[in-house]
């Protein structure tokens, strides 16, 4: 196939990849939400720590493939 082919396929790809992005972001924001209304951040923020949203926002953030 040469571009002029392929770039009728650029549009229909980047839509369907747009959804999935929706997604994961109102899932990543549904759970940050609920990490840190957790006790155990409410104690670190009260301890005046500086790690106290980066402690916090691991459990929400999405597993990354590993890069080699």
Same mark, same amino acid.
């Given at each position: 196939m040469d571009w002029?082919? %392929?770039r009728h396929l650029v549009l229909p790809a980047v839509t369907l990849a747009v959804v999935p992005i929706g997604i994961v972001a109102r899932t990543v924001r549904a759970l940050a939400g609920d990490i840190?209304? %957790?006790d155990f951040v409410t104690a670190l923020y009260a301890r005046a720590s500086a790690a106290a949203t980066c402690c916090a926002m691991w459990p929400a953030t999405p597993p990354r493939p590993p890069f080699r």
């Open positions: 002029a082919h %392929m840190l209304s %957790m």
